[in-house]
C-alpha cells in the first residue's frame, strides 16, 4: 500500500510546519477539561476558540467515556463498539460494571456531542486557523488529574487508525493546522457517535447487560476449585457474553423517536462530511493538513492516495441512497429486482430476529421493488486504498 518513499519525501519540502497555539500548550498543561471550562467561559470567543471549544466538548465525550471505562474495568475487547473498542490503561480497583454505567456512557456521549454542535453553530462559516500539536492531547483516564503512561492520545487512538499502517513517512511531533474544512470534518463526526449512542439507547441495553452479567456471575459459581476441561470460557466467554447482551437489547422493539433520531444523525452527517470535501478540494495551501486534498500533504504523515475524495464521496452517495430508501439493500431470498428499504426500517423499528432475517421473513415489511443498491463503490474505494478501507473509513468518517 505504501508509496514510494522517494516519492513521499519529495513532497515534503512544500508543507509549512505549523507551530501549535497558546491553547495546544494548555491542553498539555492542564487537561481538556480545564481547558474546555476556561474557553466555554469566555465573553467574546473568537472563531479560533470556538473551533477548540467543540474539538475539547467532542474530545471530552471520549475522555468521560473512557474514565467510565476505567472505574468500571471495560477493557477494549468491547471490539464491536465505538469508544468501547479503545485500549486503556488497567484499573486494578475497578467496581463491577452495570446496565446503568452503559446507559450513562451513551447519554453523555451524545449530550458532549450535541455541545460540540452547538459551538459549531455558533462558529459558522467563519474561517480560522487552529495550530494543534498532536502529541499536547491526552486523555485523563484515571481521573487523577495528571497524564499518565497510557493516556496519550496516540496510545488510545493509535490502533483504530492501524497503529501507524497509514503511514507514509514518519513525522516527529506533528502539528496540524485546523481550518475551516475540518470544522465540517468535526461536525460529521459528531452526528455518527450520536447516531450510535442512540440507535444504542433505543433498544434500552441496560436491562440486557444486568441480565448477562448476573448469569455470567452464577456459571462461575459453578467452577470450584477443579481447572477447566478446556480453555473455551477463558477464549471465548466475554465475547460470548457480549453478543448476548446485544441480541438480548434488539430483541425489543426499539423507541421510535431514537430511532428517527439518528437516522437524521446519519444523514447529516453524510452532509457534513460532503460539505467537507467540497471545502478541503478548493484548498490551495499545503499547511500541516489533518486530511488533505491530492495537492495536499498530511501532517501526520498519512499516505492519501489522489482520488481518495473522490471516491469517498462515491460511498457517501450510496449510503445516503439507502438510507433515504432510494437505494434497496438486497437480500438473497428477494430476487435482482426487490431491496430492503432501510429509511421504512427507521421509521418503523424493528426487534431484531437474526434467524428471521437471514431467513427473509424478519425483513417482510419492508421490502419492495426498486434498484438495488451496489457494492461497486466501496470496492473502487478498497482498491484505491489498498485493501484498508476500513482504516481509512474510521479516519475519513
Same mark, same amino acid.
Given at each position: 500500500?505504501?508509496?514510494?518513499?522517494?516519492?513521499?519525501?519529495?513532497?515534503?519540502?512544500?508543507?509549512?510546519?505549523?507551530?501549535?497555539?497558546?491553547?495546544?500548550?494548555?491542553?498539555?498543561?492542564?487537561?481538556?477539561?480545564?481547558?474546555?471550562?476556561?474557553?466555554?467561559?469566555?465573553?467574546?470567543?473568537?472563531?479560533?476558540?470556538?473551533?477548540?471549544?467543540?474539538?475539547?466538548?467532542?474530545?471530552?465525550?471520549?475522555?468521560?467515556?473512557?474514565?467510565?471505562?476505567?472505574?468500571?474495568?471495560?477493557?477494549?475487547?468491547?471490539?464491536?463498539?465505538?469508544?468501547?473498542?479503545?485500549?486503556?490503561?488497567?484499573?486494578?480497583?475497578?467496581?463491577?460494571?452495570?446496565?446503568?454505567?452503559?446507559?450513562?456512557?451513551?447519554?453523555?456521549?451524545?449530550?458532549?456531542?450535541?455541545?460540540?454542535?452547538?459551538?459549531?453553530?455558533?462558529?459558522?462559516?467563519?474561517?480560522?486557523?487552529?495550530?494543534?500539536?498532536?502529541?499536547?492531547?491526552?486523555?485523563?483516564?484515571?481521573?487523577?488529574?495528571?497524564?499518565?503512561?497510557?493516556?496519550?492520545?496516540?496510545?488510545?487512538?493509535?490502533?483504530?487508525?492501524?497503529?501507524?499502517?497509514?503511514?507514509?513517512?514518519?513525522?516527529?511531533?506533528?502539528?496540524?493546522?485546523?481550518?475551516?474544512?475540518? *470544522?465540517?470534518?468535526?461536525?460529521?463526526?459528531?452526528?455518527?457517535?450520536?447516531?450510535?449512542?442512540?440507535?444504542?439507547?433505543?433498544?434500552?441495553?441496560?436491562?440486557?447487560?444486568?441480565?448477562?452479567?448476573?448469569?455470567?456471575?452464577?456459571?462461575?459459581?459453578?467452577?470450584?476449585?477443579?481447572?477447566?476441561?478446556?480453555?473455551?470460557?477463558?477464549?471465548?466467554?466475554?465475547?460470548?457474553?457480549?453478543?448476548? /447482551?446485544?441480541?438480548?437489547?434488539?430483541?425489543?422493539?426499539?423507541?421510535? *423517536?431514537?430511532?428517527?433520531?439518528?437516522?437524521?444523525?446519519?444523514?447529516?452527517?453524510?452532509?457534513?462530511?460532503?460539505?467537507?470535501?467540497?471545502?478541503?478540494?478548493?484548498?490551495?495551501?499545503?499547511?500541516?493538513?489533518?486530511?488533505?486534498?491530492?495537492?495536499?500533504?498530511?501532517?501526520?504523515?498519512?499516505?492519501?492516495?489522489?482520488?481518495?475524495?473522490?471516491?469517498?464521496?462515491?460511498?457517501?452517495?450510496?449510503?445516503?441512497?439507502?438510507?433515504?430508501?432510494?437505494?434497496?439493500?438486497?437480500?438473497?431470498?428477494?430476487? *435482482?429486482?426487490?431491496?430492503?428499504?432501510?429509511?421504512? /426500517?427507521?421509521?418503523?423499528?424493528?426487534?431484531?430476529?437474526?434467524?428471521?432475517?437471514?431467513?427473509?421473513?424478519?425483513?417482510?415489511?419492508?421490502?419492495?421493488?426498486?434498484?438495488?443498491?451496489?457494492?461497486?463503490?466501496?470496492?473502487?474505494?478498497?482498491?484505491?486504498?489498498?485493501?484498508?478501507?476500513?482504516?481509512?473509513?474510521?479516519?475519513?468518517?
Amino acid at each position: 500500500m505504501r508509496l514510494p518513499l522517494a516519492a513521499a519525501l519529495s513532497l515534503l519540502p512544500a508543507l509549512a510546519l505549523a507551530e501549535p497555539s497558546p491553547i495546544s500548550a494548555e491542553i498539555a498543561a492542564t487537561g481538556l477539561g480545564a481547558t474546555e471550562a476556561r474557553l466555554a467561559a469566555l465573553p467574546e470567543p473568537t472563531p479560533a476558540d470556538l473551533f477548540a471549544l467543540a474539538g475539547l466538548h467532542f474530545l471530552s465525550g471520549v475522555e468521560r467515556a473512557l474514565q467510565l471505562r476505567w472505574q468500571t474495568g471495560v477493557q477494549a475487547d468491547w471490539s464491536e463498539l465505538p469508544i468501547l473498542r479503545l485500549p486503556i490503561p488497567e484499573n486494578p480497583a475497578a467496581r463491577p460494571f452495570s446496565g446503568a454505567d452503559l446507559t450513562t456512557l451513551l447519554t453523555g456521549l451524545d449530550a458532549d456531542m450535541e455541545a460540540a454542535r452547538a459551538a459549531l453553530a455558533t462558529l459558522g462559516e467563519q474561517g480560522f486557523a487552529l495550530e494543534i500539536a498532536v502529541g499536547d492531547l491526552w486523555f485523563d483516564i484515571d481521573g487523577n488529574g495528571s497524564r499518565g503512561e497510557g493516556e496519550d492520545l496516540a496510545s488510545v487512538a493509535g490502533l483504530a487508525l492501524g497503529s501507524g499502517r497509514l503511514a507514509s513517512v514518519d513525522v516527529i511531533a506533528p502539528t496540524i493546522r485546523f481550518d475551516a474544512a475540518d *470544522a465540517a470534518w468535526l461536525s460529521a463526526y459528531t452526528h455518527f457517535l450520536s447516531a450510535f449512542a442512540q440507535v444504542a439507547l433505543a433498544y434500552d441495553p441496560a436491562p440486557a447487560v444486568d441480565k448477562v452479567i448476573a448469569s455470567a456471575a452464577a456459571m462461575a459459581e459453578f467452577h470450584g476449585t477443579t481447572p477447566p476441561n478446556n480453555a473455551l470460557d477463558m477464549m471465548f466467554g466475554r465475547q460470548a457474553d457480549r453478543i448476548a /447482551m446485544i441480541l438480548r437489547a434488539t430483541a425489543q422493539k426499539p423507541d421510535p *423517536a431514537l430511532a428517527a433520531s439518528a437516522h437524521d444523525h446519519l444523514l447529516a452527517m453524510i452532509r457534513e462530511n460532503r460539505r467537507f470535501w467540497d471545502l478541503v478540494e478548493v484548498e490551495t495551501d499545503n499547511d500541516s493538513e489533518w486530511v488533505p486534498n491530492d495537492r495536499q500533504v498530511s501532517g501526520l504523515g498519512l499516505i492519501m492516495p489522489p482520488g481518495t475524495g473522490e471516491r469517498w464521496r462515491a460511498v457517501l452517495a450510496d449510503a445516503e441512497g439507502i438510507l433515504t430508501g432510494d437505494l434497496l439493500v438486497p437480500h438473497w431470498r428477494y430476487g *435482482a429486482e426487490a431491496g430492503i428499504d432501510v429509511a421504512a /426500517m427507521f421509521r418503523d423499528p424493528p426487534a431484531v430476529d437474526i434467524v428471521a432475517m437471514v431467513q427473509g421473513d424478519g425483513f417482510l415489511p419492508y421490502v419492495r421493488k426498486g434498484p438495488q443498491a451496489s457494492a461497486q463503490s466501496w470496492r473502487e474505494f478498497e482498491r484505491l486504498v489498498s485493501g484498508e478501507a476500513m482504516l481509512f473509513a474510521i479516519f475519513l468518517n
